[in-house]
Structure formats: structure tokens, C-alpha cells
Nanobody, 116 residues
Framework: QVQLVESGGGLVQPGGSLRLSCAASGFTFSRYAMSWYRQAPGKERDFVAVISSPSGTTMYKDSVKGRFTISRDNAKNTVYLQMNSLKPEDTAVYYC?????????WGQGTQVTVSS
């Protein structure tokens, strides 16, 4: 079955960096686009970034452009989110996502807290 496992979250000061990872299994990873979403307390889950395959075309939420970079390693079945210049408003649970046919798959999420 499809499994997505996020890691790399934590507590970081404003201006700091984190790299999130999402290890995928149970499907042909290289065939599908992969996305990152986030959900802040009391808010809906929100799109952050997506990367296609095999071209690697990327798209980002406007508020993270120039600060976040999504990438993938098809040999390792892993998608990454490099987050630089973090702001308190980036605090959220970050989720990995893929869509296969009519089904949407999510990881368990990893907490990112940006605070001094």
C-alpha cells in the first residue's frame, strides 16, 4: 500500500533553515508528482509546493517563493523541501502528498515551529 513518511521538522529560530524529507513506498514513485502542504493551528491545510516527474517542473505558494525549494530523488523514492529564511508564519504541520488516479495520499505530518 502507499506510504508516505515525513521527517526533518523541529524548532528553529526566525531566519533559520530546515530540510524536510518524505520517504515514499508502495507505488512507482518516479511516475507521479509529489506535493507539500501545511496546516497551521486553526486553519485549513494549504498547498506549499509541487514537483512533477520526470521533468521536475516546480510550482510554489506565493509566500514561500524564493525561500523554499522542492526537489526529488527518484532513485531514493524521496521528496524534499528545503526551507530557508523561515518566518513565524511558516509554523505548521507539514504534509507530503501524492495523487494516484482518484485517490489522494497523505503522510502523518511533521511539525515545524519557527520561534525565538
Amino acid at each position: 500500500q502507499v506510504q508516505l513518511v515525513e521527517s526533518g521538522g523541529g524548532l528553529v529560530q526566525p531566519g533559520g533553515s530546515l530540510r524536510l524529507s518524505c520517504a515514499a513506498s508502495g507505488f512507482t514513485f518516479s511516475r507521479y508528482a509529489m506535493s507539500w502542504y501545511r496546516q497551521a493551528p486553526g486553519k485549513e491545510r494549504d498547498f506549499v509546493a509541487v514537483i512533477s516527474s520526470p521533468s521536475g517542473t516546480t510550482m510554489y505558494k506565493d509566500s514561500v517563493k524564493g525561500r523554499f525549494t522542492i526537489s526529488r530523488d527518484n532513485a531514493k523514492n524521496t521528496v524534499y523541501l528545503q526551507m530557508n529564511s523561515l518566518k513565524p508564519e511558516d509554523t505548521a504541520v507539514y504534509y507530503c502528498n501524492t495523487r494516484i488516479g482518484a485517490s489522494n495520499y497523505w503522510g502523518q505530518g511533521t511539525q515545524v515551529t519557527v520561534s525565538s
